[in-house]
C-alpha cells in the first residue's frame, strides 16, 4: 500500500493531476508496465532535469550554452518574437512560419501569483535590443489578462530602445494559450501584427 | 432551439426524473409549492447560462437524502447536436454537448434562455448588480466575443486588486500596464452597454404600450449612470490613491449602473409595485426580441402571473400565446383561458 500511496503521490504533484489519476497512474506503473519501461522512464526524468540547459540569449531549452535556432545562421536576427514560455514557443515553431529569433520570459506578470516584473527576463530583453541587430520586437504574450499587461507592461519598458515594437493579433476570443490554439491561428496573429506606436498614437 | 426531455439524477428534490416538454409552443407545469416547478426551469437555465439564476453554490444543488456529492441532469434536442449535459464535478460543474466536453463560456446563448421570475421583477429599484447581469447576459448571448471581453476584464480587475493589497508599494510599471489593460477592455464594455441602452431606449415606448400603459411610456427614461467622467484611463489615475486604501478598484463597467428616470426624479422612488411589475415585464420583452435576432429564446416563465393584475395579464397571454419558440410554464394559479387553449403538453408535479 505503502509503495503505492507514495507514487501516486509524486504523481499527484503534476499540473493537471488529481488524486484519482495519480492513483490510476501509480497502478498503471506499478502492475502493467515491465521493469524495462519503468527505467525508460525514470531514466528520462532524471537525464531530462540534469541535462536540462537554458540557452544564454534567447532562455529556451539548449543542449549547451546555446539553443538550435540561436545557433541557426538561416534565422533572422533581426525579429525577436517574446513569448511567455517555451510551449508557446514550441506552438509558433510548429507551424514554421517564424523565421526570426525568440525570448522566452519565463511567465507572464500576475500580482495575484506573485509574479513581478524582476521574476521575467525583461532586463535580457533589453539588453539583447541594445545590442543594436534587432529591427523589430514582436510581444507574443497570450491575449488573457495577463498577457495583455505584459504587453502593456514591455511596451513601456521597450520604449527606448530604439526599435520598431509590434503586438501579435490574436484578438478576442481570449482565454486561450498560444498552445492551444492550432496553425492557421498562430500563422495569422504573427502576421496581422500590429505597430504598438501607431496603435497609441491613435489612441 | 429547444429541448424535448429532461431527465435529472440527485438534483434538489428529485433523486431521478424524467420530463418531456412540447418542441415549441406552451409547456404548462402545474403543481403545489415545494413540487419542484421552479427546479425544471432551474435546470434549463443551468444547461443554457453555466449557472443558476440565483448563483448558488452548486453542490448545493445536489440532492439533500443523496450519499454522493454528485448530480447529473441531461437535457435532449429534437435536432442539432443532440443533448445537453451537466454534472457536478468535485465543486465545478462539467459541461457536454453531444459526446463533447465544453467550456462554459461556449455554452451561452445557444440556446439563448430568458427567465420571467419575481426576482426580476426588482430590476428598477432593486441592487445595481441585477441591472448590470440584465445587460452583461443579454451582450453575452448575442456576441460571444462580450462575454470573452468582460471574462478578461474581470480577470484583470483581479490582478489589479491583489497589487492593491499588496503590503509592498505598487510597482509603478506592472500598476501602470494593469491601468492600461483594464481601459482597453473596459471602454469596450461600456460603449457596447451603452449602444444597449440606446437601443433599449428607443424600443421602451411602444412595448410598454402594448403592455397598457401608455402613461409609463410618456415618463419614463432610461440612462446610464455616470459612473465614469471624462477619459477611462485618467479616471482610473485619478482614484488609485482611494482604490489603494480600499483594497480595490472603485472605478470601471463593473461598477457600471442603469438609472430609470420618471421624467426629472429616480423612478425606483416614484413608481408603484403595479408599474415596476410592468416595466419589468417590458424589459423581458424587449430581450426575448434582441435574442430572437439571434436564435428563438427559450421562456423560463416562473409563476409568471401571480404577478400581473387584470391588462397585463391579457397582454402577456397574447405574447406567449403567439411566441414561436418554446415555452415552460409554470403556475399553481387558474391560468386564463386564451393561455390555456395555447398549451400543447401540461406537466402534473405532486
Ligand atoms: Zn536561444
Known sequence: MKLLTHLAEQFNKLPGVGPKTALRLAHHVLFSMTPEDVNVFAAALTDGKRRLQTCRTCFSIADGDDCAICKNPNRDTGVILVVADIRDLLAVEETGMFKGRYHVLGGLLSPMQRIGPDKLRIGELRERLKAGQVREVILGTVPTAEGEVTAHYLMDKLRDCGVKITRISAGIPVGGSLEYMDAMTVTRAILNRQDMRAGQEQG | ?350
Not at chain 2, 437524502?65 to 441532469?73: D, E, I, L
Request: some cysteine; overall charge neutral; hydrophobic content about 40%.
Open chain 2, 1 to 350: 432551439m429547444s429541448f424535448v426531455r429532461l431527465s435529472l439524477e440527485n438534483f434538489r428534490r428529485f433523486p431521478k426524473a424524467q420530463f418531456s416538454f412540447a418542441e415549441t409552443g406552451l409547456t404548462l407545469i402545474l403543481g403545489p409549492n415545494g413540487a419542484g416547478k421552479s427546479t425544471i426551469l432551474e435546470t434549463i437555465y443551468l444547461l443554457c447560462m453555466g449557472r443558476t439564476p440565483r448563483d448558488v453554490r452548486f453542490s448545493s444543488l445536489v440532492h439533500r437524502g443523496s450519499t454522493t456529492a454528485y448530480f447529473r441532469v441531461e437535457a435532449e434536442r429534437p435536432s442539432g447536436p443532440g443533448r445537453s449535459v451537466a454534472y457536478l464535478n468535485g465543486s465545478a460543474v462539467v459541461y457536454h454537448e453531444g459526446d463533447q466536453t465544453v467550456r462554459r463560456s461556449d455554452l451561452i446563448g445557444k440556446p439563448p434562455v430568458i427567465l420571467f421570475s419575481a426576482d426580476e421583477m426588482r430590476i428598477v429599484a432593486g441592487e445595481p448588480a441585477l441591472r448590470r447581469r440584465m445587460t452583461d447576459r443579454i451582450l453575452s448571448q448575442e456576441r460571444p466575443e462580450y462575454l470573452a471581453r468582460l471574462k478578461r476584464y474581470t480577470r484583470a480587475v483581479e490582478e489589479r486588486n491583489a497589487l492593491l493589497r499588496d503590503d509592498m508599494p505598487p510597482d509603478p510599471g506592472s500598476w501602470m500596464a494593469l491601468d492600461e489593460t483594464l481601459a482597453a477592455d473596459g471602454s469596450e464594455i461600456l460603449s457596447a452597454r451603452r449602444g444597449f441602452l440606446r437601443d433599449v431606449s428607443a424600443d421602451l415606448p411602444d412595448t410598454l404600450k402594448s403592455l397598457g400603459s401608455p402613461h409609463l411610456a410618456e415618463r419614463i427614461r432610461i440612462e446610464p449612470a455616470e459612473t465614469i467622467r471624462g477619459e477611462y484611463l485618467n479616471a482610473l489615475i485619478d482614484a488609485r490613491p482611494q482604490d489603494r486604501g480600499a483594497g480595490h478598484t472603485t472605478v470601471g463597467p463593473h461598477r457600471d449602473d442603469i438609472r430609470f428616470w420618471d421624467q426629472t426624479l429616480p423612478a425606483a422612488e416614484t413608481v408603484s409595485q403595479g408599474e415596476t411589475r410592468i416595466l419589468s415585464l417590458a424589459l423581458k420583452l424587449i430581450e426575448s426580441r434582441r435574442l430572437a435576432a439571434v436564435s428563438q429564446p427559450i421562456l423560463l416563465c416562473d409563476d409568471l402571473f401571480s404577478e400581473l393584475d387584470g391588462v397585463r395579464r391579457d397582454a402577456v397571454t397574447a405574447f406567449l400565446a403567439a411566441y414561436p419558440g418554446q415555452v415552460l410554464l409554470t403556475s399553481c394559479l387558474a391560468l386564463p383561458d386564451p393561455l390555456l387553449a395555447a398549451v400543447r403538453l401540461t406537466l402534473t408535479l405532486e
